[in-house]
């Protein structure tokens, strides 16, 4: 009988969010995406048909088709995989899943260093000293970076009862980290830098970075040099740049020269593509305000688990469908792009970083400073719920994170700020645009609202003259603060006043604030479709009336002052907008 193994790897999230630049951001989901593609492969050759999670994105396509090397182009496949397939000898296919993921990785890391080795020869001494650590350190990463976890079932089990094996055998971690110095270089210093004799200096060097140049820090700064004048395109690595060597993998992995060595190299692994469209985003950087956004679906497990609790016949059926959800994810994320190109004017113009299953990232951006957020909401925002929608599950909701962020924010203050929008807009409810103004000076201000609820509120707003001026809701607001009326008092009576000045149009009645979940008609398999609310979920506890009061109050605070920024008067708004909150 056939059997169903579940695999994945750790760390992920940690390694996605250690990146320095967009770039780094790209290549690091690009990674991911590279070694579970390898697991999958390994797999195929044992059973073509084996794999359940994720489906190809060449499925359904006749056989001589699909040695297209562009059809085979992949971003975003799932780092969670599952097998179904028959197997004597479980502990055999182990190895060999093990050896394929390993050889994936350590190709990559090779792929890197012998290019950095071939195009800075000068800079690598033939001595001992650079074979014991530049060698050295390379080899630690290529073998003790991540932690494989296969877990297979007994013949007859039921892929739930697999997948919770799973999840408690990854709880029993058996890592060997070697990242005693921390992934980031700009956090640990000098000795995590990579450059050809690094950590000969270790565990002290001379004399750190910040405190003059040492011997350690010149031969840093003659690395870099060479490094960044290579064949790689302009701006690839700068010259004052100090990467680690997993930040040096990231980077270098997302250009043509380095991925056309891999794909030359090593024939037998997954196909690689060259992100030009990423290329040509990198020349947009300008002194103008820009809206970054992130976001993935709400509740995916629970959505799967509908498909593995509902009643079918067969497991093959059950395989089917779950490769059917798979596979219009990745036809969704895939053509995000096309629908963003559509959807967006000649005025507003954007780029869809990646999308991979229910992740995406992008930039909404324009040549000069013409680009508004109110631009932002009504041609991109407004609408995102509808394409989100034709990705064939509209049972599932979408978080989104929202940046409008000011020129010359570092690129890595902003992929922080931007993680933690989207987080906001799940702990705020989910089903729901968070948004955040970020200014030069690190100050920002956070504001959520659900999809179902977005453009009405914001378009009902009227101030006392019957305008659309935000500035007096916002006055009315910092008075009222600085007479502490909202935080001395535990009732939202002060605040329901201003929205019934500023918001008669919208109703703000106990069905708009909470969440109102519905049910599903399939009986076999009850699911519940969330519908956000203003605030969220609702407290379950009548003590905690107080604090709901004052998350009103919040909530409404917060609203005048990101409507203050997102829509300034047009016969005032400067080119860059005043630092207040």
């Known amino acids: 009988m056939p059997r169903y193994i579940a695999i994945t790897f750790a760390p992920v999230q940690s390694f996605i969010e250690k990146s320095r630049k967009l770039r780094d951001l790209y290549g690091s989901s690009f990674i991911l995406s590279f070694l579970a593609k390898a697991i999958c492969q390994s797999a195929e050759k044992y059973d073509p048909n084996s794999v359940v999670i994720p489906a190809s994105k060449t499925s359904g396509l006749a056989t001589d088709t699909i040695a297209s090397p562009e059809l085979e182009e992949y971003h975003g496949v799932a780092n969670i995989i599952y097998l179904y397939l028959i197997t004597n000898e479980p502990a055999t296919l182990e190895v060999q899943l093990t050896t394929a993921f390993n050889r994936a990785w350590k190709a990559l890391v090779d792929n890197c260093r012998e290019y950095i080795e071939e195009q800075c020869g000068s800079s690598f001494p033939p001595t001992r000293t650079t074979e014991n650590s530049w060698n050295r350190e390379w080899h630690l990463w290529a073998n003790h970076t991540w932690e494989l976890f296969i877990t297979c079932g007994a013949e007859g089990e039921s892929l739930e009862i697999v ?28 000795d995590a830098i990579a450059y050809p004799t690094m950590t000969s200096f270790s565990p002290q060097p001379k004399y750190s970075y910040e ?78 305000w820009k809206g970054w ?30 490769q059917q959800f798979s596979k219009d994810m990745l036809d969704w994320g895939e053509a995000l792009q096309g629908v963003a190109d559509n959807t967006l004017g000649n005025r507003l113009k954007g780029r869809i970083v990646y999308a991979g299953g229910d992740d995406f990232f992008g930039v909404l951006y324009h040549d000069d400073d013409i ?68 200014f030069n000076s690190g100050n920002h201000l956070d504001w959520s609202c659900p999809w179902q609820h977005l453009q009405t509120l914001l378009e009902s707003y009227q101030d006392r003259n019957g ?67 203003l605030l969220g979920q609702r407290p379950q506890s009548n003590k905690q009336q107080q604090a709901e009061n004052k998350r009103f109050n919040q909530w409404v605070i917060d609203l005048a002052k990101i409507g203050f920024h997102l829509f300034p008067p047009p016969d005032s708004r400067p080119k860059t907008l005043p630092d207040r909150n």
Not at 168 to 186: L, M, P, Y
């Open 293 to 322: 956004f992130q976001g993935d679906g709400d509740r995916m497990g629970a959505y799967i688990n509908k498909v593995l609790t509902k009643k079918l016949d067969s497991a093959e059926q059950q395989n089917t469908a779950l």
């Open 371 to 438: 680009l508004t957020p109110q631009d932002c909401l009504e041609q991109w925002w407004y609408g995102f719920k509808d394409i989100w929608k034709t990705c064939k599950h509209e049972k599932i909701t979408v978080s989104t994170g929202f940046l409008w962020a000011a020129p010359n924010v570092p690129q890595r203050d902003l992929l922080q700020h931007l993680r933690q929008t989207e987080k906001a807009a799940k702990t705020a409810g989910k089903d729901r645009l968070a948004i955040r103004v970020l």
């Open 163 to 190: 997948r919770a094996k799973m999840a408690d055998r990854k709880q029993a971690r058996n890592w060997i980290g070697i990242n005693w110095r921390g992934e980031s270089s700009t956090i640990s210093g000098t």
């Open 211 to 288: 405190h003059g140049i040492g011997e350690a820090d010149r031969r840093i700064d003659n690395f870099f040099t060479a490094l960044s004048s290579k064949q790689l395109p302009e701006s690839a690595i700068e010259p004052n740049e100090r990467l680690s060597i997993p930040e040096l993998i990231k980077r270098l992995i997302t250009y043509k020269v380095v991925v056309t060595r891999l794909c030359s190299n090593y024939p037998d692994l997954p196909i690689v593509k060259y992100p030009e469209k990423f290329t040509k985003l990198q020349l947009k950087e300008s002194n103008y």
């Open 467 to 533: 305008g659309k001026n935000w500035t007096h809701i916002y006055n009315d607001i910092a008075t009222l603060e600085s007479r502490h009326a909202f935080h001395e008092n535990s009732d939202r009576s002060i605040a329901e006043g201003i929205l019934d000045i500023y918001f008669k149009a919208f109703p703000f009645s106990d069905v708009e604030l909470w969440n109102s979940p519905t049910s599903d008609s399939d009986e076999n398999a009850p699911y519940q479709t969330l519908q956000g609310g």
